[in-house]
């Protein structure tokens, strides 16, 4: 089955710096990739996705790369605010199949 | 629009005993999933359900299952409750369209099981 790693699982910045976290996938045949953001006490908040016919997304501070041929995808947030604090997670999809495969998530923590 | 409800948020069980928690997906949505949370294994998939047949399921021994009524909205249920199955059961939804966005998956803010 598929397989998703996840790095870093931990990661501090100082406000208005960027942040990445990135994630590599086992199964070529996974075609769509969402990213959540987990808040203390919530269910996981779907923050951008993105799918294997796209090489990047872009919304607002947030951006998603994907590149197939390493099979791994990235968050890249930039400018970041103390509210942006939280767990973020990766997730790949096998096309066909409506189950996602999680990353173990990445605790960022944005420092005023 | 109302996002995924699930219900009920907090509950505390007894072990051997069996839990039942219900979700109703957002509006429109036919696809229902349900994922198990915890600190050691993470998010992990347990099934989905569409038109109120099961699709997809994960590898959970059979005490877990689930249903969907005709209104798309879901129910799972755990048997014979253990110590390791206190976790964040979260339900999920997805419109389920041919290609274009049906396949974005939103998630409820989860029931929390503690069993002891």
């Known amino acids: 089955g598929e397989n998703v790693e996840q790095h870093p699982s931990t990661l501090s910045v100082q406000e208005g710096d960027s942040a990445v976290i990135k994630c590599t996938y086992s199964d070529s045949a996974s075609n769509y990739f969402p990213w959540y953001k987990q808040e203390l006490g919530k269910g996981p908040q779907l923050i951008i996705d993105i799918r294997s016919n796209v090489g990047e997304k872009k919304d607002q501070r947030i951006a998603v790369t994907l590149n197939k041929t390493a099979k791994h995808f990235s968050l890249h947030i930039t400018e970041t605010q103390p509210e942006d604090s939280a767990v973020y997670f990766c997730a790949a999809t096998l096309r066909g199949r409506r189950a996602l495969t999680f990353g173990s998530g990445t605790r960022l923590q944005v420092q005023p | 629009k109302a996002g995924v409800t699930q219900t009920p948020r907090y509950l505390i069980k007894t072990r051997g005993q069996q839990v039942t928690l219900s979700c109703s997906p957002i509006?429109?949505?036919?696809?229902v999933s349900w994922y198990q949370q915890t600190p050691g294994q993470g998010l992990q998939f347990l099934f989905e359900y569409f038109s109120e047949t099961q699709r997809n399921k994960g590898n959970f021994p059979g005490r877990f299952s689930g249903r969907q009524f005709s209104n798309s909205r879901s129910e799972m249920n755990v048997s014979t409750l253990e110590l390791g199955d206190s976790a964040l059961y979260l339900c999920a939804s997805s419109l389920d369209l041919q290609g274009g966005s049906g396949n974005t998956i939103y998630f409820g803010e989860g029931s929390w099981l503690t069993v002891v």
């Open positions: 509006s429109g949505h036919r696809s």
